[in-house]
């Protein structure tokens, strides 16, 4: 189980003081859309420069022209590049097919989707490497969670591995370790603490504990 954070609403210089702070806790460090939309994928460059060790998550959330954007994001860096599971089966085929060829992996992202346990089945055949749950933020400020989405998502694919983001923070992070999902994604619930680096290892802690249980 891994411990991806995700960086929204800041620009570079702050991304790699927020990711100092927590380094030691986190496996994957995601650059999201705000920020790319914002700094472009010169963002991935730099922070995948300044933490090689770590994997670097590019929030692309791609919808048409996958294999390009694909290959965009890998040459800046990223080791993992998000696809909406609402772009065409070729669309998914695509950026899966550009991924392997250059080593990178695919995380498809199902915010908005709403057939989930259909979607889920066909993305897992077309080859995505993580399926994402994800309440966004409009969703999570009416009170929507993923949980009950992951386990549905997790009677049905046989490849691919499962991820969940929204809202998630150390309060609510029992719920979601017990749905097993392979990636844990945590934005605000850690950058929006004072002691980020104290939040982070809390987090990473109570993850690890459950592994061994």
Do not use: W
């Not at 927590?22 to 730099?46: C, F, H, M, W």
């Not at 992951?150 to 009677?155: G, N, V, Y």
């Amino acid at each position: 189980m891994k411990l991806q954070l995700a960086l929204d609403l800041v620009d570079i210089p702050q991304a790699i003081e927020l990711i100092k702070e927590v380094e030691g806790s986190i496996d994957i460090v995601e650059l999201g859309t705000p920020v790319i939309n914002q700094e472009g994928l010169k963002a991935v460059r730099e922070v995948k420069e300044a933490f090689p060790h770590l994997e670097v998550l590019a929030d692309v959330k791609i919808m048409d022209a996958a294999a390009y954007e694909v290959g965009n994001a890998a040459a800046a860096g990223a080791d993992i590049i998000t696809i909406l599971a609402q772009a065409e089966d070729s669309s998914i085929k695509g950026a899966v097919e550009e991924a392997k060829k250059l080593g990178k992996k695919i995380l498809v992202d199902m915010i908005a989707v709403k057939d989930i346990e259909t979607r889920a089945a066909e993305l897992d055949v077309l080859g995505a490497d993580y399926i994402c749950v994800h309440t966004g933020y409009d969703l999570q400020a009416e009170g929507k969670d993923s949980f009950a989405d992951l386990r549905t998502i997790k009677t049905v694919v046989k490849n691919a591995k499962t991820a969940i983001a929204g809202g998630i923070k150390l309060e609510t992070l029992p719920e979601v370790i017990e749905a097993q999902p392979d990636l844990i994604i945590v934005g605000g619930g850690i950058t929006g603490k004072d002691d980020k680096q104290s939040e982070a290892a809390k987090i990473k802690a109570l993850m690890n504990e459950s592994v061994t249980v």
